[in-house]
Nanobody
Framework: QVQLVESGGGLVQPGGSLRLSCVAS????????MGWYRQAPGKQRELVAD???????NLADSAKGRFTISRDNAKNTVYLQMNSLKPEDTAVYYC?????????????WGQGTQVTVSS
């Protein structure tokens, strides 16, 4: 069994910052790409950023210049540092990871963490 558990969401004023964390646990042999997605009310889930095991990153245009994705492979953890937050960043943020579990490679999702940007 593999679990992804996010933390760090909350309410923040426009221009503020938040740092999201996601820890993968369970019978993990290896973790490939890890990423963050978000889903706002009435909208489709969209990629915010992802990072390969080697550290290559990919950011959505809306995240470039404001968000940074990083990971700690020793801790099976991925982070999303969000700066200069805008009301349009309000969404549920989901962690995603490709994980080798025993002999099977699957894609996993966390339960989501709410980020609300409002004054």
């Amino acid at each position: 069994q593999v679990q992804l558990v996010e933390s760090g969401g909350g309410l923040v004023q426009p221009g503020g910052s938040l740092r999201l964390s996601c820890v993968a646990s369970g019978s993990i042999v290896g973790i490939y790409t890890m990423g963050w997605y978000r889903q706002a009310p009435g909208k489709q889930r969209e990629l915010v950023a992802d990072i390969t095991r080697g550290g290559r990153t990919n950011l959505a245009d809306s995240a470039k210049g404001r968000f940074t994705i990083s990971r700690d492979n020793a801790k099976n953890t991925v982070y999303l540092q969000m700066n200069s937050l805008k009301p349009e960043d309000t969404a549920v943020y989901y962690c995603n990871a490709d994980i080798l579990h025993t002999t099977t490679r699957n894609n996993y999702w966390g339960q989501g963490t709410q980020v609300t940007v409002s004054s």
